[in-house]
């Protein structure tokens, strides 16, 4: 129970992206399939950004400078403050998982894009029914 | 200029792309001249890069001076050097190849075709180039998303068949994504010659494990491994012919690019050959995948669909040379890289042609072909003759390393399935120049009559010439198949 407790983000990601598995799988209805696939990636990108976290107060660099300019009122001792690792969340998942919302967009737009070129022609949506019109 | 030409080889494609639509804008018949210009550049870019890689060993490319760990690095060795010349010279002729076909099959979409075309190349190129792992990720997505598209404005039933491809190409992407998090997570690296410097200490921890698991999958949803290939036929014989004559050789032959990157590079060899049982299952994958795509390519009665499942057993053939594991087969392996771009290249163009002429591509479509186009059928032949592995042509020598290095692992099963798919391909061949020649005129006089007054009708100039070209190369490798190994290729497999 500790085990599932203490990593409980890393288990919201699993099932979360098990839910989209099984939508892309499962559901018969396109746009289903679709909205599957997208909780599937946004799982992944819950997966990154939690990764980045650090326990022990570690917060962003950019208030962690304005505290600092506070206490010390010194710009030299405001840039040492914020090289130190250990206090700051690292920025670096977060940047890749920017790329990655923007394929994640990409992908739906295309994909539904797509959807829409396939309901104007058998104006349907379930895949069992547009095989059958295909034959 | 020399020391840039890596990274124009990615960028002038890419912001050329963008431009197309405003020449498309000024002149539509601009585009044409434009893509082929463009595609010249990259490729002579490609070129230069190649010829300093083999006089000067490997580039190191900077993306904004900002040294590595921390910055992108573009690295080519002679690995990359090789997949991007292959890349750049394939788009450069599919692009000359294009217009007829295009003309033809989306008159009122030619720009916008050309635009994704370009992002097309670009994301292929990216990927071949790139010393990074997310670099490689975001280009990864960025030829698929273009091929999606390109796939989707084909024939009757190109979207559904799209849109199988975007749902099982995704989670094969989403699955290399995750095993970029989870090599960052325990070494906080992307990349790739420092992944490779951390992990050695790590290979016991699960978490490297379970990424190593998840790039093979993912990648193996990308290559159209066996029982991951049920997108692969119905997406590329959808496809516009010219969409099919630059995906079909790249897209999987990338990804194959992409595994042994992953094996031998970020990963140390003796991990990915002794550590994983990995490389006994990659052999038995490979030896399923080549029987399955042999018996399943002999049900066909489309052309292209035929070619198809060829490429599902080809995949097969690089995937068990890797299997094999010893330096003999992996050379045949990349070796077969080479060739197989080369080849499926040229089956596509003849495919494409036989569809410019017939508005099919059905094998009956080649009935009475070898008079009417004599050229395009010779192009044809010699093609089919390397698929076979007739020693003149280069799919002889591939194929020859792959059975030596079998020989060598005393892996028989895959020399069986070698063999098995060589008489199987000579059969498919040969069903279609009997085809071709006619032989059963069994209509008798009245139809012989009609036959000697079919004249010559070769297909368009800017269609006949890729083709011939491509022919040309198949003979090319295989006659200077050894300058290639030991110039190149033989630098480019791993030590073991």
Avoid at chain 2, 25 to 44: D, F, H, M, N, Q
Wanted: glycine share 6%.
């Amino acid at each position: 129970m500790d085990f599932i407790i203490s990593k409980y983000n890393f288990w919201i990601y699993i099932v979360l992206m098990m839910i989209g598995f099984y939508a892309m799988i499962a559901k018969k209805n396109l746009v289903k399939k679709i909205i599957g696939m997208n909780i599937f990636q946004t799982a992944i990108i819950l997966f990154f950004v939690s990764t980045a976290f650090k326990k022990g107060g570690a917060t962003l660099p950019i208030l962690l400078d304005i505290h600092s300019t506070h206490g010390h009122g010194q710009g030299h001792a405001v840039a040492q403050q914020a090289i130190e690792v250990a206090n700051y969340i690292n920025p670096l998942p977060h940047v890749l998982m920017l790329t990655a919302i923007v394929v994640m967009v990409a992908t739906l737009g295309v994909a539904l894009a797509i959807v829409i070129m396939i309901y104007r022609k058998y104006h349907t949506l379930n895949e069992d029914e547009i095989i059958k019109a295909m034959k | 200029m020399m020391e840039q030409a890596p990274i124009l080889i990615v960028v002038v494609p890419l912001m050329c792309a963008l431009m197309t639509p405003l020449i498309g804008w000024i002149r539509k018949e601009l585009c044409y001249p434009w893509v082929i210009l463009t595609l010249a550049v990259s490729a002579g870019c490609a070129f230069i890069t190649l010829n300093t890689v083999i006089h000067n060993g490997v580039i190191h490319y900077y993306l904004g001076n900002w040294p590595p760990p921390w910055g992108i690095e573009y690295v080519i060795d002679h690995l990359n050097a090789m997949m991007v010349v292959l890349v750049s010279a394939t788009a450069f002729l599919v692009a000359v190849y294009s217009k007829k076909s295009i003309e033809q099959e989306l008159p009122d979409k030619v720009v916008y075709f050309y635009t994704v075309f370009l992002l097309q190349v670009t994301g292929f190129l990216g990927i071949v180039i790139t010393g990074d792992v997310f670099n490689l990720y975001v280009f990864l997505e960025i030829a698929s998303l273009a091929g999606y598209a390109l796939i989707a404005i084909g024939e009757e039933g190109a979207p559904l068949a799209s849109f199988r491809y975007i749902v099982l190409g995704t989670v094969g992407a989403c699955f290399y994504l995750l095993a970029v998090g989870y090599l960052y997570i325990v070494t906080g690296s992307l990349n790739m010659a420092d992944l490779a410097k951390i992990l050695p200490d790590l290979y016991a921890s699960k978490v490297v494990l379970v990424a190593f698991a998840f790039f093979m999958v993912g990648i193996a949803l990308k290559m159209a491994l066996f029982p991951l290939h049920v997108w692969l036929p119905d997406a590329y014989t959808k496809a516009p012919t010219t969409a099919s004559a630059l995906i079909a050789p790249l897209m999987t032959k990338v990804a194959i690019y992409v595994m042994l990157r992953i094996m031998f590079t970020v990963f140390q060899p003796y991990f990915s050959i002794e550590f994983m049982p990995i490389t006994k299952i990659l052999l038995w994958a490979g030896i399923i995948a080549i029987f399955g795509g042999a018996i399943m390519a002999l049900a066909q009665t489309d052309f292209k669909r035929m070619l198809c499942y060829i490429i599902v057993a080809e995949v097969g053939y690089m995937v068990g040379g890797v299997g094999v594991a010893n330096a003999v087969a992996i050379k045949g392996t990349v070796l077969h890289i080479l060739n197989d771009v080369v080849m499926t290249l040229g089956l596509f163009t003849v495919a494409g042609i036989i569809t410019y002429k017939m508005r099919h591509h059905n094998l009956d479509d080649f009935k009475g072909m070898f008079k009417k186009m004599p050229l395009t059928m010779a192009a044809f032949v010699t093609v089919a003759l390397s698929i076979i592995g007739v020693p003149p042509t280069c799919g002889f020598f591939s194929k020859w390393y792959l059975l030596q290095g079998a020989v060598l692992a005393g892996q028989w099963m895959f020399v069986v399935a070698l063999l098995f798919s060589s008489l199987i391909n000579i059969v498919l061949f040969f069903r279609i120049f009997e085809i071709g020649y006619e032989f059963h005129t069994t209509h008798g006089t009245h139809d012989h009559g009609h036959e000697e007054m079919m004249a010559v009708e070769e297909a368009p100039l800017s269609m006949l010439m890729p083709t011939l070209i491509v022919a040309a190369i198949i003979i090319m490798i295989g006659l200077y198949n050894q300058p290639i190994i030991s110039n190149l290729i033989q630098y480019a497999v791993p030590k073991i």
